[in-house]
């Protein structure tokens, strides 16, 4: 397996730059995306990104990390397994034990991640599905917390291949 990391980005993440930018800020997930695939090519890391407004779906790639779930054949090659996951689950992160369970069930290292600080929001926004399960949570950093995520998962998660 090589130095692969995914970035999964939920519910109306595809709406960053435009959605309440006194929260998330101005940064759009084209933003994000471009920097991370720059970041991760300086750290010798490849990066996969994948955005959907839709559990299932994200449920489904997931699955599809560890060569698992519906879109997976047995003939298929190990092209989207990953070594490590960055998830911004956005809403699903205080409602999905599917999502969860489907992290658990792959068992790939993963940082919780979220723009705003949820803690400082909504109390409803605190209770995290995922933290529990994750080896690293950042949120409250903007765009930033992007950056320090897929640092964090290149130099202090262990990689196969290295």
Excluded at 126 to 132: I, K, V
Aim: aromatic residues 6%; glycine residues 8%.
């Amino acid at each position: 397996m090589s130095r692969r990391v995914l970035l999964i980005n939920g519910p109306n993440l595809n709406l960053l730059g435009k959605r309440e930018p006194h929260i998330y800020g101005s940064t759009t997930l084209e933003d994000i995306e471009t920097q991370a695939r720059q970041q991760a090519h300086e750290l010798g890391v490849e990066i996969d990104t994948f955005q959907s407004n839709h559990e299932g779906a994200i449920v489904d790639r997931i699955q599809e990390t560890a060569g698992w779930g519906p879109n997976v054949r047995e003939t298929d090659t190990p092209g989207k397994r990953v070594s490590a996951i960055i998830i911004n689950a956005g809403a699903l992160t205080h409602t999905s034990v599917a999502v969860r369970d489907a992290l658990a069930a792959v068992a790939i290292p993963f940082v919780e991640l979220h723009v705003s600080n949820v803690h400082a929001r909504e109390t409803f926004r605190a209770h995290s599905y995922l933290s529990d399960k994750a080896v690293a949570v950042i949120c409250g950093m903007g765009a930033y917390g992007y950056s320090a995520a897929i640092e964090f998962a290149a130099k202090h998660l262990k990689i196969e291949g290295e």
